[in-house]
């Protein structure tokens, strides 16, 4: 292989990746979400602003029971077989959309309500997602505008 042949390659494939550097930016630029794989550097979409804030929603769940007393218990507690990001996901997407949950979803719900309630029998859970301003300086979480709430019945 010739000196310039080798020469020709490299420029070559420095042209290429060139080329596919420049698709990659704009499809990055044209995308809402993160397009990956991509070469490129995350968008911190979710890092608090200048001055530390950051809105966020929180949730709390409360569960009644038919013996009248009533629990608040942790996403984590309920969804416990799931990892945190796909129970969010399915509080998020499932339940806070208002979309008529099926019977099998209200049972899984319920026999969850009954494990973390020691064998008691659930009337309802109730969801509420609470905006707030999280500042990371002060350490602080203000609720800002009205809940979001969802009771679902068993």
């Known amino acids: 292989m010739?000196?310039?042949s080798r020469s020709s390659w490299k420029a070559a494939g420095f042209g290429f990746l060139a080329v596919?550097?420049?698709?990659?930016?704009?499809?990055?630029?044209?995308?809402?979400?993160?397009?990956?794989?991509?070469?490129?550097?995350?968008?911190?979409g979710q890092a608090p602003d200048r001055e530390g804030h950051r809105q966020i929603d929180t949730v709390r769940i409360d569960v009644a029971y038919d013996d009248g007393t009533t629990l608040s218990v942790e996403p984590e507690d309920l969804f416990e077989q799931f990892h945190y990001s796909s129970a969010r996901f399915a509080m998020t997407n499932l339940i806070k959309s208002g979309e008529d949950l099926s019977d099998e979803t209200r049972q899984w719900l319920g026999a969850q309500a009954a494990r973390v309630g020691e064998g008691r029998t659930a009337r309802s859970v109730t969801f509420t997602w609470q905006?707030?301003?999280?500042?990371?300086?002060?350490?602080?979480?203000?609720?800002?505008?009205?809940?979001?709430?969802?009771?679902v019945d068993l």
């Open 20 to 44: 596919v550097l420049v698709v990659q930016g704009v499809i990055d630029w044209r995308s809402s979400t993160e397009a990956f794989p991509t070469i490129s550097m995350p968008t911190f």
């Open 131 to 151: 905006p707030v301003d999280l500042d990371i300086v002060e350490v602080s979480a203000e609720p800002v505008g009205e809940p979001t709430v969802r009771k």
């Open 2 to 4: 010739t000196l310039h």
